[in-house]
């Protein structure tokens, strides 16, 4: 009888472990249907249009008072913002137009220079690390042949445009992300030392896990973890402009930011390149899209820090 | 679709130089399609699936390295992450954890592992899962073991 019952208990905790699995185990298994954000965020262009900061304050009509306030701030500061998909590659995906927008309109070959070192660097990573050449190589080059094709001079030098078009385009577009994430696995790996705790505190799992399930796959989103590890490994500054709920109790609003400077950067190389970075993200909770600055406003940002 | 092709080029050289370097496993690409490829690959010693060959096909979507092989086992296997039916994997690469730092190569290796440490938490056979839940291990042992004769040894005489 004693076993009796045993048995009935065991099965009936069985289908309750059971019914309460079901739901994850059919979510990997079941066939893969669009989720609602998905066909939301396909609407989205790759990258959208420069578009005044009032097309942000249309957004939040009728939300927090705090955030209609922060924009404002942000009004006087920026000059437009560019929007990108929200497709877990808009931190990457507005990253990449960014700086090569600002190798465009620069025509800075020195930068071009020093970021295709630090590619090299990338890439001997990678190979120290055990990728095989050819699972990343499409990938660089076709990063290094967007440089190339940026910085006039060269006879096949593009537009504007053709920037655009070509961020806007699957096949180059995504295949850029997918470099940045080879760069920023190879970064995390190589220095895991370092990255290990901020990967334990974040998921719990282990730096190889995360580069996995978290870097490496298209769609997996940014956090300050990526963006550290690819502001260093490119040797790239990055600011980050943050608009979410959060105010100071003192009652005033202020809008917070926070500067992605690359390590090794040293103190004489911060003071000769002073202005703030010239890559500004907004991020709002789980999205990141382009801010533009006004021109005059960077001498106040220095003044800031 | 250039991409895709150039890439799979080189997956195609990269396995003919390690034919000898990986014994378990055989790819092959269809004579006329590079987008389809079949292997054959060992079941792992000191499992149900030792001494079977098992046969693969891949399908390779366009947007190939950026999504994932469609794969799936040919030859019936009795696996809680295989579909009886239709021999489809469900395996977390070949879906949303997926990156082109994987290769039809390393997909072959990593679908072994999985025959060698069944998930039979998310099981695609519910069967075969709910074997190895409720610790029937000898059950599912010679489950397997009898599908690995029937399907995938070599008929003698």
Redesign the interface.
């Known amino acids: 009888m004693q076993n009796e019952n045993d048995t009935v208990k065991d099965d009936a905790e069985l289908a309750a472990s059971i019914s309460a699995t079901q739901e994850k185990e059919w979510g990997c298994c079941s066939v893969q249907e669009p989720s609602f954000q998905e066909e939301e965020a396909a609407k989205v262009p790759y990258l959208g249009d420069k578009e005044p900061l009032s097309s942000l304050a249309a957004e939040y009509q009728a939300g927090s008072p705090i955030l209609l306030e922060k924009i404002k701030i942000l009004d006087s500061q920026y000059v437009a913002i560019r929007r990108t998909r929200g497709d877990g590659n808009c931190f990457f995906r507005s990253f990449m137009f960014s700086y090569l927008e600002h190798i465009l309109e620069s025509q800075d070959g020195a930068e071009v220079d020093r970021i295709k070192v630090n590619v090299e660097k990338c890439r001997k990573a990678l190979q120290n690390l055990g990728y095989t050449d050819f699972t990343f190589e499409d990938f660089f080059a076709l990063f290094l042949e967007q440089l190339d094709d940026i910085l006039q001079g060269g006879e096949e030098s593009i537009s504007y445009d053709e920037l655009v078009n070509r961020s806007r385009d699957q096949s180059v577009s995504d295949y850029i992300v997918m470099f940045f994430r080879f760069v920023t696995a190879g970064e995390i790996r190589t220095r895991a030392e370092f990255f290990e705790p901020f990967i334990t505190g974040l998921s719990n799992t282990t730096v190889d896990q995360f580069c996995k399930t978290s870097v490496e796959p298209m769609g997996e989103e940014s956090d300050h973890i990526h963006i550290t590890a690819l502001s260093d490994a490119l040797g790239v500054a990055i600011r980050v402009v943050y608009l979410d709920r959060s105010s100071c109790d003192t009652g005033g609003v202020t809008v917070n930011h926070h500067d992605f400077v690359p390590v090794g950067t040293n103190d004489e190389k911060k003071e000769a390149s002073a202005a703030a970075p010239f890559i500004t993200l907004l991020y709002r909770p789980g999205h990141y899209d382009i801010l533009y600055p006004k021109p005059s406003c960077k001498v106040l940002d220095n003044v800031e820090k | 679709m250039q991409?895709s092709r150039?890439?799979l080029f080189?997956?195609y050289k990269?396995v003919q130089r390690e034919k000898v370097a990986d014994p378990d496993i055989q790819l092959v690409c269809d004579d006329s399609n590079i987008f389809k490829w079949t292997a054959l690959i060992k079941g792992p010693s000191e499992t149900p699936y030792e001494g079977g060959v098992f046969q693969l096909a891949f399908a390779v979507p366009e947007?190939y390295?950026?999504q994932p092989p469609q794969v799936r086992f040919l030859t019936k296997i009795f696996h809680p992450?295989v579909h009886f039916k239709t021999g489809e994997i469900?395996l977390?690469i070949l879906?949303?954890?997926?990156?082109?730092?994987?290769?039809l190569q390393s997909v072959c290796r990593a679908i072994i592992a999985l025959m060698a440490h069944p998930e039979a938490?998310?099981?695609?056979n519910c069967d075969s899962g709910n074997l190895l839940?409720?610790g029937d291990v000898r059950g599912f042992n010679s489950m397997a073991r009898m599908y690995t004769r029937l399907a995938a040894m070599p008929k003698k005489g």
């Open positions: 991409q150039a890439r080189k997956e990269e947007p390295p950026l992450n469900c977390d879906k949303n954890a997926w990156s082109p730092a994987w290769t938490d998310s099981p695609l839940r409720s």
